[in-house]
């Protein structure tokens, strides 16, 4: 009893080591967040209260209010998107790719396991591989990972359509929230191309000597404008990057490292359906909600077409004959089965039955 004591002890302040921590790393990952809201409020202060409200820049009436009012629509998008990229839940793997507690437990009894996997996954639909041609389980969440799909170690999770861990927004960056952060991307260069053009006046004037000794604030708005612009260099060159990849439909992981078809076969350009159809895969079809920061994104993040698959699919036609068209009281159907084609454009085709019947389905 003696010893049991002690021992419960120190395990307990182990415990509270462990949480404290815990909640301590946490709370450092927020500081990336806390650092651009504080470079978004001091800008915020230097454009609206030093260069257009305090008077000292002599600008006409309607220029500031146009000045304002732009920047305010900005601002808000910029916020809306930054802030739903942050706070927007990650959807959930569905249950159909999890094992249930009984295949577990014949899982964890095998030596190996990926033919039983198979077995499981023959029914998904799961389009990569591992590079030994294996099936993608999570071990950690225990399920089958759908394509595009990976754990992510920050988050503890996997996540659908993963593009990457971003610490500025303290979130992945997956299917869930890819167009808010798209938009985030997009309108924080907006934002400081503006910043930058409609300042760039008042940092002239601020250095050329006409302004009475009162402003005190040549260091403040100097500097502003200097980090504004770097930050605009800096988001450009990322914005630029992610265009490219939202125009082939790729992923950042898949730009490093391609999904596996099969064995020692990789494809970069899987997903690529074109230019139009991989736009409207993040933006919808609705071209006055695209550049909204709301849900308007196709799919369900766990399946995704195939470049260059096709779809068979068969439909009975029923006619009416001649002579039921004439009076006559047989009635007679005619089933035709006709074999359509759907190619990755999405446009359909009749074609040939027996040469459907020979072609496998290629990916």
Not at 100 to 119: G, H, I, N, W
Not at 226 to 251: D, E, M, P, Q
Request: net charge negative; with cysteine.
């Amino acid at each position: 009893i003696d010893l049991v004591t002690p021992l419960f002890v120190v395990m307990g302040i182990l415990d509270l080591c462990y949480r404290c921590s815990y909640c301590c790393v946490k709370v450092l990952y927020w500081i990336p967040v806390v650092f651009v809201i504080l470079i978004l409020l001091w800008a915020y202060y230097v454009y609206v209260f030093v260069l257009n409200l305090s008077g000292d820049f002599p600008k006409p009436i309607p220029v500031i209010v146009l000045l304002l009012v732009i920047s305010h629509i900005l601002l808000f998008l910029h916020l809306s998107s930054y802030f739903r990229t942050i706070f927007q839940k990650h959807k959930e793997v569905p249950l159909e790719f999890e094992l249930t507690d009984d295949q577990l437990d014949t899982l964890d009894e095998m030596v190996d396991s990926q033919p039983y996997l198979r077995e499981l996954s023959s029914e998904l639909p799961i389009h990569q591989v591992t590079r030994s041609g294996g099936v993608r389980y999570c071990n950690r969440c225990e399920l089958m990972k759908p394509d595009r799909s990976h754990h992510c170690s920050t988050c503890g999770r996997c996540v659908l359509k993963m593009d990457h861990h971003c610490p500025w927004v303290n979130n992945c960056v997956g299917y869930s929230n890819y167009k808010y952060f798209y938009l985030f991307l997009l309108y924080t260069v907006t934002l400081c191309v503006w910043f930058c053009l409609s300042s760039l006046y008042d940092i002239v004037y601020l250095w050329t000597g006409e302004l009475g000794e009162g402003i005190g604030n040549k260091f403040n708005v100097s500097f502003c404008f200097i980090i504004v612009g770097c930050l605009c260099l800096s988001a450009g060159g990322l914005f630029f990057f992610h265009s490219y990849l939202l125009l082939v439909n790729r992923t950042t992981i898949e730009n490093m490292d391609p999904p596996q078809i099969e064995e020692g076969r990789s494809d970069k350009k899987l997903f690529n359906l074109g230019a139009r159809r991989n736009l409207r895969a993040v933006f919808g079809s609705n071209i006055f909600l695209a550049l909204l920061p709301v849900d308007t994104s196709e799919g369900n993040g766990t399946s995704f077409p195939i470049r260059g698959s096709h779809i068979e699919a068969s439909y009975t036609i029923r006619r009416t004959s001649p002579s039921n068209r004439n009076g006559d009281n047989q009635n007679t159907e005619i089933h035709n089965m006709n074999k359509i084609n759907i190619d990755a454009s999405g446009t359909e085709s009749e074609v040939d039955e027996h040469h459907l019947e020979r072609q496998p389905l290629a990916l």
